[in-house]
């Protein structure tokens, strides 16, 4: 089964989305399972430093996510810019 994301206000198809089965979801939430047990055991300190470096990569991208965001919601730009 394929899924759209719909702009709400123009009806523009924006991206289409490939459903996973129920075997396929089991098998990511097992992944997610034991990658959480790994994560669990790395020190408070690389943690931080590894959840730093992904947040300065996302603020890095924050104009991309904030247009994307706004065509997905019909939100005005500074609205969505500002969720990110």
């Known amino acids: ?12 198809l924006l991206a289409t ?6 075997a396929d979801v089991a098998a990511a939430l097992d992944r997610a ?5 790994s994560w669990r055991e790395t020190p408070f300190e690389e943690r931080a430093r590894l959840l730093m470096r992904a947040a300065d990569m996302l603020d890095a991208e924050s104009e991309q996510f904030g247009r994307l ?16």
């Open 33 to 37: 399972a034991t990658a959480f047990r």
């Open 1 to 12: 089964m394929t899924l759209s994301s719909i702009n709400p206000a123009t009806g523009q």
């Open 69 to 84: 965001m706004t065509l997905a919601s019909s939100a005005c730009t500074g609205s969505a810019s500002s969720s990110t």
């Open 17 to 22: 989305f490939e459903t996973l089965a129920p």
